[in-house]
């Protein structure tokens, strides 16, 4: 498996405040989030979801935790501009 190193092709700026919120009381623990995650910034903990205290400053902000969350349970809002993760 091609390993690519993150820090090569992206940068993060600011501080894009709490962009992606869990409602543990619809998480079901299914773990497709912690599945399609490609920098693992979820785990499941208690039959839960959780992400790792430090998710701001390795997401790459592609969503694809929030659209495969098929009951509602991840809120995810793109960071207020100029914050967050810059591709270069």
Same mark, same amino acid.
């Given at each position: ?12 700026? $600011? ?6 919120k869990v409602d543990? /009381? *619809? +998480?079901?623990? =299914?773990?497709? #989030?912690?599945?399609? !995650? ?7 903990? $208690? ?9 701001? /400053? *390795? +997401?790459?902000? =592609?969503?694809? #935790?929030y659209s495969v !969350? ?19």
């Amino acid at each position: 498996m091609m390993k690519i190193e993150l820090d090569k092709i992206s940068e993060h700026v $600011g501080d894009p405040g709490d962009f992606i919120k869990v409602d543990t /009381e *619809k +998480c079901n623990g =299914c773990g497709r #989030c912690a599945v399609v !995650c490609v920098v693992n910034l979820w785990k499941l903990r $208690g039959g839960k979801a959780i992400l790792k205290e430090n998710y701001k /400053e *390795k +997401c790459l902000e =592609c969503a694809a #935790c929030y659209s495969v !969350c098929n009951i509602g349970a991840i809120d995810f809002s793109y960071p207020k501009g100029g914050t967050g993760v810059v591709y270069l």
